[in-house]
């Protein structure tokens, strides 16, 4: 089973123009590929960032709309700055206080006959709860290991830590060694 955490932003994500148009002359068209290209992976950057649940939305995106200067009175303004000092006091605290859970990484090595791995998380870096995503690569392997001992196909995740399964083991002799990241939204406690 996959756990896909969406989040939705107020920003609506950028169009891009489709590629150019080729003219059969060789400098302009390199020229207009390079630049479409270069506007494609700015596009990607800011969709990549804006997907990425680790950013979540800051004080700034919570803050936004609150001021309408044509209303505002001293009143309202002083309303306003409570309200965005509240919104960036609390997005400070858990930010502070989920630093550790949303920077859960490391390695772990499966060797001969095993066919699952378990790492248990550090004590101050437990999670909150099982909502968490595992991203584990491998990184180097000794021998020549079955082509299953590469892919992983389960992981069993508690807060104190998590299993991941795959479907053949390395083999006698051999290991495949994984590096872990936790990845998980900072409003998801």
Do not use: C
Request: net charge negative; hydrophobic share 40%; aromatic share 8%.
């Amino acid at each position: 089973m996959v756990d896909q955490n969406t989040e939705t932003t107020k920003k609506p994500l950028p169009a891009i123009a489709g590629p150019p148009r080729i003219t059969g002359i060789l400098d302009p068209n390199t020229k207009a590929i390079m630049e479409w290209l270069l506007q494609m992976y700015s596009w990607l950057v800011t969709v990549f960032g804006q997907l990425d649940p680790a950013n979540g939305l800051g004080a700034a995106d919570a803050v936004e709309g609150l001021v309408d200067p044509a209303r505002a009175t001293a009143a309202s303004a002083q309303q306003t700055a409570n309200d965005a000092k509240t919104i960036a006091v609390s997005a400070n605290n858990r930010s502070t206080a989920n630093r550790k859970i949303l920077r859960s990484f490391g390695t772990f090595t499966l060797s001969d006959t095993a066919t699952s791995a378990e790492v248990t998380f550090a004590t101050d870096a437990q999670q909150p709860n099982t909502t968490y995503t595992i991203l584990a690569t491998v990184q180097t392997y000794t021998g020549t290991p079955e082509f299953e001992a590469f892919v992983p196909i389960q992981f069993e995740k508690l807060k104190d830590k998590f299993t991941m399964h795959v479907t053949a083991a390395p083999g006698s002799g051999n290991s495949v060694a994984y590096a872990w990241h936790i990845r998980r939204n900072d409003e998801d406690e």
